[in-house]
């Protein structure tokens, strides 16, 4: 059978398995050497030169999901932001960035670049207007994330990965939030999809992985400047990511339906001021996310009344685990002033809308109705707190 006729869920069940010919197992074998011949062999094979049989294999899952003809796989998501980036950039160059990034993407710019000489400018808005007008001569690379850490904001993908192919500059995206099941930017357009694997294609908060995706060209050009940067990742990881992706439908579309409906109870939650969720038709970019989704994620943010203390919130959840990172299986929360984004200054974060009140949530895979319970119980406890103090 031809793979690229595959669906979802077997894509991620069978795609770049591997094939136990000694025993027949159906699990794919792992195979952990890390020394392997160089006489009378067709390849030359090294961890770091990213092509052991467990990493190839789950290369071409990967590629698979994202309807690329390549990807490498690297030791965690900047990893592969930092390697992708770096790989089509010199000194001198320029990038045009999305002004709401993670904020390891954002300091990974502003402390970095200028070390390699390499300018960028952040576009001011969304629309694909925004971004145009800050290109210039030597702009080489556009980079997007959408939807965005931590708001979820989400662009016009398809439309601005047109207008820089109209200028002959590679665009990227980092699809971590949406995961490929949700999202393909390479359908829209794109050049390079990256992705945080620790998330979605992970799932299970156990694993530290990236992943980029795109033409054969493209990944030999990261691959000539990862190979000698050395972000690669342990087979035995390899192998665990393997077998966390054969899940990742099923994973993230029972996340998708939690979200989409915990979202909607948060909306009109008292204690709450604001939600940041793509799926709500009050999100400002809920039509945009509508034409180019699949699904809208398991992740959203929201803001807490000033009624609310909210380091006394998160404490009182019970099922909802306080904790960094997203995307597994059980739900958590932070606060992205003190985690993903406190790298940024205070008055960064408030010019992207990040107040100390947001928290980002990553709904997991638990009964809807027990993560609203957990969430009533919580504010009800610190309220009854606050009245008695």
Same mark, same amino acid.
């Given at each position: 059978?031809?793979?690229?006729?595959?669906?979802?869920?077997?894509? /991620?069940?069978?795609?770049?398995?591997?094939?136990?010919?000694?025993?027949?197992?159906?699990?794919?074998?792992?195979?952990? +050497?890390?020394?392997?011949?160089?006489?009378?062999?067709?390849? !030359?094979?090294?961890?770091?030169?990213?092509?052991?049989?467990?990493?190839?294999?789950?290369?071409?899952?990967?590629?698979?999901?994202?309807?690329?003809?390549?990807?490498?796989?690297?030791?965690? %998501?900047?990893? *592969? @932001?930092?390697?992708?980036?770096?790989?089509?950039?010199?000194?001198?160059?320029?990038?045009?960035?999305?002004?709401?990034?993670?904020?390891?993407?954002?300091?990974?710019?502003?402390?970095?670049?200028?070390?390699?000489?390499?300018?960028? +400018?952040?576009?001011?808005?969304?629309?694909?207007?925004?971004?145009?007008?800050?290109?210039?001569?030597?702009?080489?690379?556009?980079?997007?994330?959408?939807?965005?850490?931590?708001?979820?904001?989400?662009?016009?993908?398809?439309?601005?990965?047109?207008?820089?192919?109209?200028?002959?500059?590679?665009?990227?995206?980092?699809?971590?939030?949406?995961?490929?099941?949700?999202?393909?930017?390479?359908?829209?357009?794109?050049?390079?999809?990256?992705?945080? *694997?620790? !998330?979605?294609?992970? %799932?299970?908060?156990?694993? #530290?992985?990236?992943?980029? /995706?795109?033409?054969?060209?493209?990944?030999?050009?990261?691959?000539?400047?990862?190979?000698?940067?050395?972000?690669?990742?342990?087979?035995?990881?390899?192998?665990?990511?393997?077998?966390?992706?054969?899940?990742? %439908?099923?994973?993230?579309?029972?996340?998708?339906?939690?979200? !989409?409906?915990?979202?909607?109870?948060?909306? !009109?939650?008292?204690?709450? +001021?604001?939600?940041?969720?793509?799926?709500?038709?009050?999100?400002?970019?809920?039509?945009?996310?509508?034409?180019?989704?699949?699904?809208?994620?398991?992740?959203?943010?929201?803001?807490?009344?000033?009624?609310?203390?909210?380091? +006394?919130?998160?404490?009182?959840?019970?099922? @909802?685990?306080?904790?960094?990172?997203?995307?597994?299986?059980?739900?958590?929360?932070?606060?992205?002033?003190?985690?993903?984004?406190?790298?940024?200054?205070?008055?960064?974060?408030?010019?992207?809308?990040?107040?100390?009140?947001? #928290?980002?949530?990553?709904?997991? @895979?638990?009964?809807?109705?027990? #993560?609203?319970?957990?969430?009533?119980?919580?504010?009800?406890?610190?309220?009854?707190?606050?009245?008695?103090?």
């Amino acid at each position: 059978m031809k793979t690229e006729n595959f669906k979802l869920n077997t894509i /991620c069940t069978h795609v770049g398995e591997l094939e136990d010919k000694q025993f027949g197992g159906v699990v794919s074998p792992l195979f952990p +050497s890390t020394a392997y011949p160089f006489e009378h062999v067709d390849q !030359k094979r090294y961890p770091r030169y990213f092509n052991t049989p467990n990493q190839q294999a789950l290369a071409k899952k990967l590629a698979a999901l994202e309807y690329a003809e390549s990807a490498l796989i690297f030791g965690s %998501g900047m990893a *592969a @932001i930092s390697t992708t980036v770096l790989a089509f950039l010199k000194s001198g160059d320029h990038v045009v960035l999305q002004k709401e990034l993670y904020g390891g993407t954002h300091n990974f710019i502003v402390e970095e670049f200028k070390r390699f000489g390499i300018n960028y +400018s952040f576009a001011q808005g969304r629309h694909v207007d925004e971004f145009e007008k800050v290109m210039q001569p030597n702009t080489k690379v556009v980079y997007l994330e959408s939807p965005s850490n931590p708001l979820l904001s989400v662009v016009d993908i398809q439309a601005i990965a047109k207008m820089a192919k109209s200028k002959g500059v590679l665009s990227m995206i980092d699809n971590t939030f949406a995961s490929p099941v949700n999202q393909n930017p390479i359908k829209l357009g794109v050049d390079l999809v990256i992705h945080s *694997a620790t !998330k979605y294609l992970g %799932g299970h908060s156990d694993i #530290l992985a990236g992943a980029v /995706c795109g033409s054969e060209a493209h990944i030999q050009q990261i691959y000539s400047l990862a190979k000698n940067l050395g972000g690669t990742l342990s087979d035995y990881t390899v192998w665990l990511l393997e077998r966390s992706i054969k899940t990742l %439908g099923v994973r993230v579309k029972a996340q998708n339906r939690n979200a !989409k409906k915990l979202a909607k109870y948060l909306s !009109k939650n008292e204690a709450i +001021s604001k939600v940041f969720y793509p799926g709500l038709s009050s999100h400002p970019d809920h039509d945009i996310a509508k034409k180019q989704m699949k699904g809208y994620g398991g992740m959203m943010s929201f803001e807490l009344n000033e009624d609310i203390d909210v380091s +006394s919130f998160m404490d009182a959840l019970q099922i @909802i685990k306080p904790a960094m990172s997203l995307a597994g299986v059980e739900s958590t929360i932070l606060s992205p002033a003190q985690t993903s984004h406190a790298l940024l200054s205070a008055e960064e974060r408030e010019a992207q809308g990040i107040s100390d009140r947001v #928290l980002r949530f990553s709904v997991g @895979i638990e009964d809807r109705k027990d #993560l609203i319970a957990d969430f009533e119980q919580a504010i009800a406890k610190v309220r009854a707190e606050q009245l008695q103090a």
